[in-house]
Nanobody, 112 residues
Framework: QVQLQESGPGLVKPSQTLSLTCAIS??????????CTWIRQPPGKGLEWMAV???????YYSPSLRSRTSISRDASKNQIFLQLRSATPEDTAVYYC????WGQGTQVTVAS
């Protein structure tokens, strides 16, 4: 069964890069048709889709975040990465990775 686990620093300073890792088990991220999505939920707000990466390595981004978001992978480690540059307090949220099923999420706070 597919399982996902998000990890990364819980606190990021404004203007720095927010970097997260999604470790995936139960499936190869290079498998035909595989994809992984990053989603976040700021406190008191709804879910926001951020980015997706496919088995081919092709990636797509939310228009509102595209200019400062990068999604990438390490197939040898079966991991997906997210980088959100120029972080601001508005980026404070619970961040999830999802691939049919969701990880449990990880809290990231952007503050000095």
């Amino acid at each position: 069964q597919v399982q996902l686990q998000e990890s990364g620093p819980g606190l990021v300073k404004p203007s720095q890069t927010l970097s997260l890792t999604c470790a995936i088990s139960g499936v190869s991220i290079a498998s035909n048709g595989y994809y992984c999505t990053w989603i976040r939920q700021p406190p008191g707000k709804g879910l926001e889709w951020m980015a997706v990466i496919a088995y081919s390595g092709d990636s797509y981004y939310s228009p509102s975040l595209r200019s400062r978001t990068s999604i990438s992978r390490d197939a040898s480690k079966n991991q997906i990465f997210l980088q959100l540059r120029s972080a601001t307090p508005e980026d404070t949220a619970v961040y999830y990775c999802a691939s049919g099923v969701w990880g449990q999420g990880t809290q990231v706070t952007v503050a000095s």
